[in-house]
């Protein structure tokens, strides 16, 4: 158990629909971040949160956002889903901006599946 | 960050060592050799880093070259449980971001 908790662990939805994915950073860390990994593109990273603020962005659609609350727990919003949205998404944590050694811990993932 | 290049899948005896290759040819001085795993649809675990000098945990070995154009991951005794992907990743230290970039990694088959 990483201590990184992601909900809901599977998600069913249809295109066009807008869903929201909740990621709850181990006690203590800071830093959230978002994958994508879908069967071709592997593990992509998407954004980085860190106290609240944007850190770094990657490969993220307009159609995505994500957002980090004062409790630090994170959202990922994804709308106007389209089938090739299907994917594991996974979050992960750190203690801060810039971890020396270099770890992150990773949740479960959420597995959408857009039909 | 330096591009990794790893074999695309490789299988072992369990109980043996599995030593895992990763070539980073174009390496920097101030990147570290990062190694994480994925076992099946699970979220990525960190195993070892490194710099330069070889290190272990409890987890596995990690061999560098003098040159640090390469490195080996070693599971010392390979169980069924250590069926996954292994990714190696360099990365500067204190890379701004603190992300990290998967590659393809190496499926690893461990076989009883």
Not at chain 1, 67 to 91: M, R, T, V
Not at chain 2, 22 to 38: A, K, L, P
Not at chain 2, 71 to 86: F, G, K, Q
Request: net charge negative; aromatic share 10%; glycine share 8%.
């Amino acid at each position: 158990d990483s201590g990184v908790t992601q909900t809901p662990k599977h998600l069913i939805t249809a295109t066009g629909q807008r869903v929201t994915l909740r990621c709850s950073p181990r006690s203590g860390d800071l830093s959230v971040y978002w994958y994508q990994q879908s069967l071709d593109q592997g593990l992509q990273f998407l954004i980085q949160y860190y106290n609240g603020e944007e850190r770094a962005k990657g490969n993220i659609l307009e159609r995505f956002s994500a957002q980090q609350f004062p409790d630090l727990h994170s959202e990922l919003n994804l709308s106007s889903l389209e089938l090739g949205d299907s994917a594991l998404y996974f979050c992960a944590s750190s203690v801060g901006v810039e971890v020396y050694t270099g770890e992150l811990f990773f949740g479960e993932g959420s597995r959408l599946t857009v039909l | 960050d330096a591009k990794t290049t790893q074999p695309t899948s490789m299988d072992c005896a369990e109980g043996r060592a599995a030593n895992l290759p990763c070539n980073h040819s174009t390496i920097s001085g101030n990147e570290y050799v990062y190694w994480y795993r994925q076992i099946h649809s699970q979220g990525p675990q960190y195993i070892i880093h490194g710099l330069k000098n070889n290190e272990t945990n409890e987890m596995a070995s990690l061999i560098i070259t003098e040159d640090r154009k390469s490195s080996t991951l070693i599971l010392p005794h390979a169980t069924l449980r250590d069926t996954a992907v292994y990714y190696c990743i360099v990365r500067p230290y204190n890379n701004a971001g603190n992300m990290l970039t998967f590659g393809g990694g190496t499926r690893l088959m461990v076989k009883p």
